[in-house]
């Protein structure tokens, strides 16, 4: 499925932002506050352009009927209060779709197995720790079936071998998968292509190996990276140093 | 879940036996059952039983259903603010309708405002402010970007404040005293007026809530997830919230009118139940109507009886019951909504 973002444009945040991603992982990368959040939140519809639109298959997600069937996010909320155990979080994600208990339950049991929690399916979502918290919120995207899949920096509190495992994850979908991400060695790793925002504006895009060249990551992130090739998968990996360029 | 709801369907029937039978002149039980069977059947009863027949049909099981649509409304509007606010502390008032409502009904008891309606006119007074009051914070706390939960609470509590301050000086302008008592006894809340006439408006509207409620369950679990969370899911967050500010405005509006702003019970049962059965909405809902119904048809019982021949208001009684028993069954359990 085809998401494209045209021209969007947030007052005093994004400027004139255009991408598109179909059947493949396109991540976004870029400083804090260069909005890249800001562009997630009005693909997902919980922000509206003043300028621009973002597209689905040709359609605004503002005039599209039951997009919830099609996309799912994972957004940065997190101050959740409500006690619900993990198997009613994830079985939230069965909302948009017509219901059918059966195939309901075996859907957040295959999403649950899937980020590695079947265990947890009767645990409180408030006891957990934050990393298991989010492979939850992780599997209740998953049980919602999507076909356009967003993901708000996906690898925030997971340790090590959970960050490859849920980007692993959400490449194994076979969907479209549109990720913020911090990591640029992950984005290296993950992503067919990315995009790169600085203060607002688009200013690369490529695959990582066009995209993560040390003059564009002094000049957006002003620091001086070295990039050496993974030994195993050859993907282009940044080595940094320590003082901070101008 | 059937088992849970039976069994609270079993206590609510014995306490509605019990509360039309237990009162300052009690009746037995046998001949509470004889004379409601009777009543509802259209059979006969014995002569020497007429006034205790006149106590039962007439006083007391109107006032016990009412203090069971009350309980079971209150509850109810208690589970979906909370919700629809994501905040443990908000009850049925918490967007300022019985502070309202407390202007109209000091109005009416201290300046005989709507006198012309009689026997109604404190209801109706309470009524018309109270939904004033609501439809004020609503707009006050309106934005372009829709409502969000915590400018509708900050603004139904300051409005609130204001509504309370004017009803205060009514109360203490008034130049009768029994007036300003008359007026105070209405905000603790009391079923000492109910009759048949108070119960349709108040049952009907109740129980469209709940159903319109228990219909909307699985978007209210989305909702207490958070705004982007139930847009993703595929929930129209801002026509939601208005959908259920209408609703749950028109239920304690009604409530309001026919028993005062009684405390507690819509914040206190809601968390009960989910102490109990949990968060989910799909849940709480078909439970929180029934255990505030039994519950408030005993606080009348106990409004009638502690005092006797005085009745007590019952927000006091809400009070001295529900807060140990509440914090009792906090203690004794991980219960962490709102906060750990």
Redesign the interface.
């Known amino acids: 499925m085809r998401v494209e973002a045209d021209g969007l444009t947030v007052q005093g945040i994004i400027t004139d932002i255009t991408l598109a991603a179909c059947d493949e992982v396109v991540g976004i990368v870029g400083p804090n506050g260069s909005g890249k959040s800001t562009t997630l939140r009005c693909v997902y519809r919980a922000m509206k352009p003043d300028a621009g639109a973002v597209l689905i298959d040709g359609v605004n997600v503002h005039k599209r009927q039951q997009l919830a069937r099609d996309l799912a996010a994972l957004t940065q909320e997190s101050q959740v209060e409500f006690d619900f155990t993990v198997a009613e979080v994830v079985e939230m994600g069965r909302l948009p779709h017509e219901r059918d208990s059966a195939r309901d339950r075996r859907i957040v049991g295959d999403a649950l197995a899937t980020v590695d929690l079947s265990g947890l399916a009767s645990r409180s979502f408030l006891s957990l720790s934050g990393g298991e918290r989010q492979r939850v919120l992780i599997a209740r995207a998953i049980a919602q079936e999507p076909r356009v899949l967003v993901l708000d920096e996906p690898t925030n509190h997971l340790d090590i071998r959970h960050q490859l495992d849920v980007l692993a994850l959400a490449r194994g979908l076979g969907v479209t998968v549109l990720t913020v991400l911090h990591d640029l060695n992950l984005a290296a790793s993950y992503c067919d292509r990315l995009y790169v925002l600085d203060e607002g504006r688009l200013v690369a895009s490529g695959t990582p190996e066009e995209v993560l060249v040390p003059e564009l990551i002094a000049k957006v992130f002003h620091v001086t990276a070295h990039v050496v090739r993974h030994p195993t998968t050859g993907v282009p990996q940044l080595l940094f140093d320590q003082e901070v360029t101008p | 879940m059937i088992a849970k709801i039976s069994a609270l369907v079993g206590v609510l029937a014995v306490s509605i036996v019990a509360g039309v039978a237990l009162g300052p002149v009690s009746v037995p039980f046998g001949v509470t059952l004889d004379l409601l069977w009777a009543a509802l059947t259209g059979g006969t009863v014995p002569a020497d039983l007429a006034g205790q027949y006149h106590i039962v049909w007439d006083i007391r099981l109107p006032r016990v259903l009412l203090a069971a649509v009350v309980g079971a409304g209150l509850s109810t509007v208690g589970v979906a603010i909370q ?1 629809m606010v ?3 502390l908000a009850d049925p008032y918490v967007l300022g309708i019985s502070s309202g409502a407390s202007v109209g009904a000091t109005a009416v008891a201290t300046l005989g405002v709507l006198s012309g309606l009689g026997v109604y006119a404190l209801s109706v007074g309470a009524f018309l402010t109270g939904l004033g009051a609501t439809a004020l914070v609503y707009l006050t706390a309106r934005t372009s970007r829709g409502l969000t939960p915590l400018r509708l609470v900050l603004t139904g509590t300051a409005l609130a404040y204001g509504f309370s301050a004017v009803a205060m000086l009514l109360v203490f302008q008034a130049p009768r005293g029994d007036a300003a008592r008359a007026a105070m006894f209405w905000l603790l809340g009391s079923l000492g007026g109910a009759n048949w006439q108070s119960l349709p408006v108040a049952t009907v509207v109740t129980a469209l809530g709940i159903v319109y409620l228990l219909a909307k369950a ?2 209210l ?2 909702l ?6 139930a ?5 129209e967050v801002n026509r939601f919230r208005t959908h259920l500010f209408v609703v749950t405005a028109g239920i304690t509006g009604v409530l309001v009118a026919v028993s005062g702003a009684v405390g507690f019970v819509g914040l206190m049962l809601p968390h009960l139940t ?1 102490m109990v059965v ?3 909405h799909r849940k709480v809902l078909p439970l929180a109507p029934l255990a505030g119904a039994s519950f408030l048809v005993w606080v009348d019982v106990a409004a009638r009886m502690l005092a006797a021949p005085e009745e007590l208001p019952l927000g006091v009684i809400t009070a001295a019951i529900g807060v140990p028993c509440f914090i009792f069954l906090m203690r004794r359990r ?7």
């Not at chain 2, 207490?224 to 969370?229: K, N, P, Q, V």
């Not at chain 2, 991980?334 to 750990?340: I, L």
């Open positions: 919700a994501r905040n443990a699985r978007p679990n989305a207490a997830m958070g705004d982007e969370t847009t993703t899911l595929g929930v989910r949990g968060a989910d991980a219960y962490v909504f709102g906060g750990r």
